[in-house]
């Protein structure tokens, strides 16, 4: 004991250490495992702790003798503090209590059993202070220190313990509310981030993934999220915990999560080892409970994931500890991240539903199937954007024509939705039904605009539109504002077509202009959107690797060309619509064998007589092989007009050729003179020599061009309106 003025210096002395020893301490336990320490045996012989709630139970003891303090610790622990007895009067009580001569009766009142009552009896209590603690969180306590044999306690000592335990209240209170602004803060940086990842996709598995790994650990030890799909089946869809070791384990409680269907309020869930607080297990399968327990899981907080009053799935956190306050600001940010991720899951599965109407809209808008042409392999591709759930513009098309060539096109209708859709829809068509009237990629491409003018005028669309010739193994081309298709030779070199043009619906005086590229064995060409090259928003990057993927082995000797090239680079996804359309030249084709050798004329653009041993052979063949009452007058004029255009522009040898393989016969004529314009339209003066010849061909005949022959001249031809005999006859045979 200290005495007079010597006693209060060692007194502050004391309360010095002491407050240096608790400094930085927050843990209650260890809080008061040190002022146990400093007191004894110091100021008393026992210093005995309880903490709880309704049956505070003994926290710890200390005793200068191990043994005892061993023996004595683990009986106290069996017996908590019972209503009514002398240590819960203390407890409930403002004031620090001083007992200076313990009386035996109250040493009665507080034994449960004669074990209890011996074990005080052995330990000679004979004084005591008793200090009750109450913390800002609601926790509360009380810190008894005792002596034996002759020491007494008095009044300066009930004054230091009192100062002692307001200290540790105030050291706990000081770490809880810095420990509370630090968890608030996070809380709100996860709140925050959460809400960013909720809003800027519609990736529900990649969101959820990345809030679990965010949540742990500044929520919780561990966290599930457990959502229920469009089919009505609960599944745990994302799940993280804070020690790696643990992951193992935690893989085994998922999906053993029950998601209770009716909306509730949050709910705080203790599962100790033999004392379950929560009653009835309603939102873990109850085999999942030892997993719990092996992980150390002591308390859950389960907030449902509500959305327009339908419960979308629920969250679940998992702690270690078992004490843990939720204050309602607290609690209230659970129930607001929870809300925010109940809106992301219904969002994502709105946006899934619409993204399968849209995408079965768009297959609906494209071809059900792609050419099978000897010689060539058609293989095409279109993939969404993966961020878009609108219907897009983009397309691809390839279809045969009558006489065995294959036109292709492809474009992108700028802008999504139905209106992209539809004009989309609207130009291909278009493509179609004037591929049977005039093949000539200019001239499709300069009528679409045309159209585009009068039923769409604010449409733009970019597009590529060619003609394939099978046999003779070219494609003629016109480019409206696409990128250009590309061709992979057989040694690997890749080389983009020629050809740029505006787009159609810019309404310009520009012309398509007209290519024609040969198509070697073993080459493949690529047409393809803008989306291919633009997914990562950097041009250049695009179109290096889209040449890669070109070179790449791989790619060429697969039997996928076009999947091979998504595949390759949208390896991080699409941002837009991208179609991709290639033309694989893997044999030479044989000229088709006709029923009679095709009839064929050579000669000088300046001999006139052999000309004319042309036309009339020429009108010969056809009478011999067509109806009898066909016009074959109007054969005979065109063949005039196409040759005498030939001869008045391209001086040299001219070649003229008949092809009767298909329904109608195509006159074929080739010359070595300089390219010219074969646009058909009616001069002004309509008794003008210049222009009206090529506007009767077009008029008298069917799908008229004129593709230049690079380094030799000119290829015109035109489909006559001729029914072959044989045809007649089988069809009149026919039942």
Known sequence: MFVSDARDALALRFLERADAA?????????????????????????????????????????????????????????????PG??????????????????????????????????????LGLRSAVLVPVRFG?????????????????????????????????????NDRLRGDERRTTAYFRVLSEAGRLFAESFDLQRTLDAFVRLSVPELADAVAVNIVDEDGVARTAALDVHD????????????????????????????????????????????????????????????????????????????????????????????????RAAVAIENAHMYRREKRIADEVQKALLPAALPDVDGYFFDAVYSPSETDVLVGGDWFDAFVLPDGRVVVSIGDVFGHGLHAAVVMSSIRHGL????????????????????????????????????????????????????????????????????????????????????TVALPVGSTLVFYTD?????????????????????NVVVRDTPRPAEAIKRHVLARGAHDDVAILTISVRSAVPRRTAAAPTPAWVFRADDARSAEDARAGFIAFLRTRGVPNANYAAAELVFGELIGNVVRHAPGPITVEVDWNAID???????????????????????????????????????????????????????????????????????
């Not at 003629?476 to 050809?499: C, F, K, M, N, Q």
């Not at 989306?531 to 070179?551: M, V």
């Not at 069917?702 to 030799?712: A, I, M």
């Open 85 to 122: 007895d002398p240590l819960m009067r203390a407890l409930e009580s403002d004031a620090p209590q001083l007992c200076r001569s313990i009386p035996p009766d109250a040493l009665d009142a507080v034994a449960h059993e004669p074990s209890h009552r011996a074990l005080m009896d052995e």
């Open 244 to 339: 790696p070791a643990h992951r193992p384990l935690l893989e085994r409680l998922r999906d053993g999560y029950l998601v209770e269907r009716t909306p509730h309020a949050p709910r705080w869930f203790v599962h100790d080892p033999g004392d379950r607080l929560h009653g009835p297990v309603n939102w873990i399968a109850p085999e999942q409970l030892p997993v719990l327990e092996e992980l150390g899981y002591r308390s859950s907080l389960v907030v449902p994931l509500i959305s327009h009053g339908v419960v979308r799935g629920d969250l679940v956190c998992h702690w270690t500890h078992r004490t843990r306050a939720f204050d309602g600001f607290t609690l209230g940010l659970f129930e607001e991240l929870a809300r």
């Open 137 to 173: 969180d609601g926790a509360r306590g009380l810190v008894g220190l005792f002596t034996t044999g002759d020491r007494e306690l008095d009044e300066h000592d009930r004054a230091i313990i009192a100062i002692l335990a307001r200290r540790v209240t105030v050291a706990y209170e």
């Open 665 to 735: 016969p195509v006159l074929h004529v080739i010359d070595r003179g300089r390219a010219y314009d074969a646009q058909a339209t009616l001069p002004d003066d309509v008794l003008s020599e210049s222009g009206r010849g090529l506007f009767l061909i077009s008029v008298l005949g069917e799908d008229f061009s004129v593709t230049p022959l690079p380094g030799y001249g000119n290829h015109a031809r035109v489909r006559l309106r001729i029914e072959r005999f044989e045809r007649i006859a089988s069809r009149a045979a026919s039942p």
């Open 531 to 551: 989306g291919l090259i633009e997914s990562s928003k950097d041009l250049e990057d695009g179109e290096r690797r889209l040449h890669a993927a070109l070179a």
């Open 432 to 515: 179609r039904v004037l591929a049977l009237q005039q093949s000539q990629p200019d001239t499709m491409l300069t009528v679409i605009d045309q159209a585009l003018a009068r039923d769409y005028p604010d449409a733009l669309a970019s597009a590529v539109v060619g003609v394939l010739d099978p046999e003779a193994q070219t494609l003629t081309y016109a480019i409206a504002g696409h990128p250009s298709p590309l061709l992979r030779t057989g040694d690997g070199e890749v080389i983009a077509l020629r050809g740029a043009g505006v787009p159609l619906g810019v309404r310009s005086d520009i012309q398509p202009n007209v290519q």
């Open 22 to 82: 608790l400094t930085g301490i927050s843990d209650p336990q260890r809080l008061f495992e040190c002022l146990a320490d400093l007191v004894v045996p110091e100021l008393g012989d026992v210093c005995a702790v309880w903490a709880g709630a309704d049956a505070p139970r003994s926290l710890l003891l200390r005793h200068p003798d191990g043994r005892t303090q061993a023996s004595a610790g683990a009986m106290l622990q069996r017996y908590p503090i019972r």
